[in-house]
């Protein structure tokens, strides 16, 4: 069992930063692949990124264009997204995510099993 939880949303302006954190708790921490994906009203779950156990692999939604960076502090069960350049249109709910079983990063949110419950970023112009 993996349990996550997502902190640091809010509302900012457009051009501003946030920076995204989910602490794991249960499994080791630094046996898994973690995710971030986002929901905004009305569509469906967006990949972002994704880090693998060590850290030192990650991947990227193209869509983003260098504006996130995922990282993971393993002494501290942690995995942060860096958001910069924000847009009204980053506005949605954003999800931390376990991959406990597959030995490569995906994207596909079918994959991971376990899942934070969320935390809100709204992106005002």
């Known amino acids: 069992q993996v349990q996550l939880v997502e902190s640091g949303g809010g509302l900012v302006q457009a051009g501003d930063s946030l920076r995204l954190s989910c602490a794991a708790s249960?499994?080791?921490?630094?046996?898994?692949?973690m995710g971030w994906f986002r929901q905004a009203p009305g569509k469906e779950l967006e990949f972002l990124a994704a880090?693998?156990?060590?850290?030192?692999?990650?991947v990227y939604a193209d869509s983003l264009r260098g504006r996130f960076t995922i990282s993971r502090d393993n002494t501290k069960n942690t995995v942060y997204l860096q958001m910069n350049s924000l847009k009204p249109e980053d506005t949605a709910a954003y999800y931390c995510?376990?991959?406990?079983?597959?030995?490569?990063?995906?994207?596909?949110?079918?994959?991971?099993?376990?899942w934070g419950q969320g935390t809100q970023v709204t992106v005002s112009s």
């Open positions: 880090i693998n156990w060590g850290g030192s692999s990650t």
């Open positions: 249960g499994r080791t921490f630094s046996s898994y692949t």
């Open positions: 995510a376990a991959d406990t079983t597959q030995s490569y990063i995906n994207y596909v949110p079918n994959e991971y099993d376990y």
